[in-house]
């Protein structure tokens, strides 16, 4: 038997809580301690970013499969994993988890709730590296050939996506919004944010076609309609970890 649905948003929206104040959290800390050193500060953000999406893939992705992502759980409804029923309502959680885990991460530093980013990120230099970013873990996503593989994959490819692209790599349409939340080292103007996310949508698209081509799917032993993987024959209980 698999989770039920509501057991399965328990973990997307406690995921997406604790790795977005994780985001915003490690922001505030690293500027706090790297006095003035940007290099030092995205440093120390991308090791906590690295570090809990590890951990929490690992542990929520035997239940719910560890999207915390919008654009992860819509290609894995085009791939026909996960019901568009279901993904709406991961998408929905996973924005309102992200959104409370700004909130959550300015309450720990006792910073004012509510805010809007002024940090501008915008022009076709960060749009491309948002594609790029999302093309990539998105591969991963499709890729990945066990689910012991996934939290060391995806926490990799989002921490060398910190320094190789121009935009640090959002790469996530939830995060994208739970950060034009927060006036901090991470936060992104709301008004640069759908520009950001469109690039990512594109990105996973892109991601989709290639990995059709590249990863031809294989026949599962038995597939369950309300959940997002094929349930290998000798563990049917247990959804594989695709991602963030």
Known sequence: ???????RLLAESLGSVLLAATVVGSGIMAQRLAGGNVAVALLANTGATVA?????????????????????????ALRGRLSWRDAAAYAS??????????LLAHL?????????????????????????ATFGLL?????????????????????AAYWFTASTSFANPAITIARSLTDTFAGIRPIDAPAFIGA?????IAALGLGRLLFPARR????????????????????EALHV
């Open 1 to 7: 038997m698999t989770d039920s649905l509501p057991r």
């Open 52 to 76: 809990v999406l590890y951990a929490l893939i690992t542990l929520l992705g035997p239940i719910s499969g560890a999207h915390f992502n919008p654009a992860v759980s819509g290609i894995e």
């Open 93 to 102: 959680i996973q924005i309102l988890g992200c959104c409370a885990g700004a």
């Open 108 to 132: 720990m530093f006792e910073l004012p709730v509510w805010q809007l980013s002024t940090h501008v990120r915008s022009g076709p230099a960060q749009w491309l590296a948002e594609a790029v």
């Open 139 to 159: 591969l991963v996503v499709i890729g990945h050939r066990r689910a012991e593989d996934a939290p060391w994959m995806v926490a990799c490819w989002i921490g």
């Open 200 to 204: 990512q949508l594109i990105g996973a």
């Open 220 to 239: 599962p032993a038995a597939i369950s309609p309300d959940t997002e993987t094929a349930i290998p024959p000798t563990d049917q209980k247990r959804t």
